[in-house]
């Protein structure tokens, strides 16, 4: 069998093998194998990073600001025509089906296509005459270098948020990425590479607590870009924030789909089935929790629901026909099983058991088959914690009252949906509910690029959202300009106007 390939970091404008001689295991969830052994960084290498990010940044931000956006408008360009190849690279090694991974990449190609207008968003304001002749104008200027560590499950689409915005505003950008899937934030690089960017602005480098460490802790890292788990983010908001840098850390979640009894359960059938199970259930705005409201709507769902799980097919990440793929890792996929047997410990109706699922010929693979739960009540850990798989459990409500105090009273406030065909009831839940993106028959209410992606409390540390404006806000600190031109002689010839003599 030939060893595996080793992925290396990405700093410079080239590919440098790491220096601390450790490296992290990346396999193909598929087969359960070893394909690829990934670079993991000491400080120093960090560091070393971060030092030819300082030097390239002052030319960068002086480059006029169109002509960042245009190295960002060949980018997309170039994802545009490596699309197939970078969607079987990601699926690969995440596990996600081909679909998903065209999807993870054109979510992210849609914030580079709202990077290619910040010349536009990152104008300042002006006031004529705020005094005797004086005005008042504000800029918004890059901070310098900045980072961006990113989860497994977004391998293409999160670093897209962060470094795409953060690079047209004049940054210059460290991307740590998830160790489990790091192939495509490199191959990312090398097409900003491609694109025109300058050697130096964006550097990618892998690696573990120590890498991250040495992000949180670096005097000249200016701002700190998180997505990952809650107790991950809350400790980067923390470390962060204590030396004084801007951090902006998005959590997990657990996201609650409220069933009115007036909606078509059809088609809430149909985007259940996706939001819970599709991807394998690593979304943080999968919607692993169903609300039905009243006996009768959770018997109805009930009766809809089993046979359409009952003809989701996990299969391989290459299989066209396969409804989702193997979760990320074995360790992932033992986690998943063990919330499995906590929901069952703690008295929930294990209704379809997705444990011990085998894929002939892949048996080694880490396949989860779909799992779904009844009577799942509040006091469970299960119910409290994000088990991130393909996993729905299904708590009854009562009356609407009850069913939005579940998702307002959950430790996570990421997303949220309500399934009804009646207007006022839906526009209170989406003005009570005490989470950040809510939808209204929509399944998984991923805000589009040019709004903000962001959840509340335990999803989300930091008071800055990803893209749309607040990516601009973030990634840029605003100076404002208070200007008075004394009249003097020199300054009433300065003023002469040109004559055409
Ligand atoms: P993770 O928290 O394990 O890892 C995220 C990043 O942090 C990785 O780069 C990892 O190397 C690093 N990291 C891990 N442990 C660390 C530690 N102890 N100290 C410092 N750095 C550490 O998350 P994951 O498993 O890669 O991703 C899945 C999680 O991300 C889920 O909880 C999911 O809900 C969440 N997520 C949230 C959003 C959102 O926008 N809210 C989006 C996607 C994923």
Not at 64 to 90: D, G, H
Not at 228 to 245: L, M, N, Q, T, W
Not at 415 to 425: C, E, M, P, Q, Y
Request: glycine share 10%; proline share 6%.
């Amino acid at each position: 069998m030939p060893s595996p390939r080793a992925i290396h970091h990405f700093v410079n404008g080239r590919s440098v093998p790491g220096a601390s001689g450790r490296m992290s295991d990346v396999f193909d969830p598929n087969t359960g194998r070893v394909q690829a052994r990934v670079d993991m960084a000491a400080a120093q290498e960090l560091n070393d990073a971060v030092g030819i990010a300082k030097s390239a940044q002052p030319a960068w931000a002086a480059a006029n600001p169109q002509r960042r956006a245009r190295v960002l408008f060949r980018f997309k360009q170039l994802l545009e025509e490596n699309m197939n190849e970078l969607a079987v690279l990601l699926s690969s090694e995440h596990g996600k089906v081909i679909a998903d991974a065209k999807g993870d990449i054109q979510r992210g190609l849609d914030v580079v296509e709202f990077a290619c207008g910040a010349p536009h968003l990152m104008k300042g304001e002006y006031t004529e005459g705020a005094g005797p002749g004086i005005d008042v104008y504000s800029m918004r200027q890059a901070l310098g270098v900045v980072a961006g560590i990113t989860p497994f499950n977004f391998p293409a689409m999160i670093p897209m948020w962060m470094f795409s915005v953060a690079i047209a505003c004049g940054n210059a950008f460290i991307l740590k990425p998830s160790e489990k899937d790091p192939s495509v934030p490199v191959r990312l690089a090398e097409l900003m590479k491609e694109a025109g960017l300058p050697d130096g602005v964006l550097n990618v480098v892998h690696g573990g607590k120590e890498a991250v460490d040495a992000i949180l802790d670096h005097e000249d890292i200016k701002a700190v870009s998180f997505v990952g788990s809650s107790d991950v983010a809350r400790y980067i908001y923390s470390r962060g924030a204590a030396a004084a840098k801007r951090v902006q850390a998005m959590g997990g979640a657990k996201n609650h789909g409220v069933i009115m009894p007036d909606a078509d359960l059809d088609q809430v059938v149909r985007d259940l089935v996706g939001a819970a199970y599709g991807s394998a259930g690593e979304r943080c705005m999968a919607l692993p929790v169903a609300v039905p409201v009243g006996e009768d709507t959770a018997e109805r769902l009930l009766e809809k629901l089993l046979p359409e799980i009952g003809k989701l097919t996990p299969g391989i990440s290459t299989d066209p026909d396969a409804a989702y793929g193997p979760v990320v890792s074995r360790a992932h996929r033992e986690r998943v099983e063990r919330y499995i047997q906590m929901g069952v410990d703690e008295g929930a109706d294990l209704i379809i058991d997705g444990r011990n699922f085998e894929l002939q010929g892949h048996e080694n693979g880490f396949f989860i088959g779909p799992t779904l739960f009844d009577h799942v009540t509040v006091d469970m850990r299960s119910y409290q914690e994000e088990i991130f798989g393909p996993v729905l459990q299904i708590v009854r409500a009562g009356d609407l009252e009850e069913a939005a105090k579940l998702p307002t009273r959950h430790p996570y406030g990421n997303g949220v949906a309500i399934f009804t065909r009646n207007g006022l009831a839906a526009r209170e839940f989406a003005s009570r509910v005490n989470v950040g993106m809510v939808g209204v028959n929509v399944p998984i209410p991923v805000p589009v690029a040019y709004h903000t992606f962001g959840g509340w409390k335990h999803s989300a540390f930091g008071n800055a959202n990803q893209h749309g404006m607040e990516g601009i806000r973030f990634f840029t600190k605003i100076k404002t300009v208070t200007q008075r031109w004394p009249s003097g002689k020199l300054t009433d010839q300065a003023f002469v106007i040109p004559t055409m003599d």
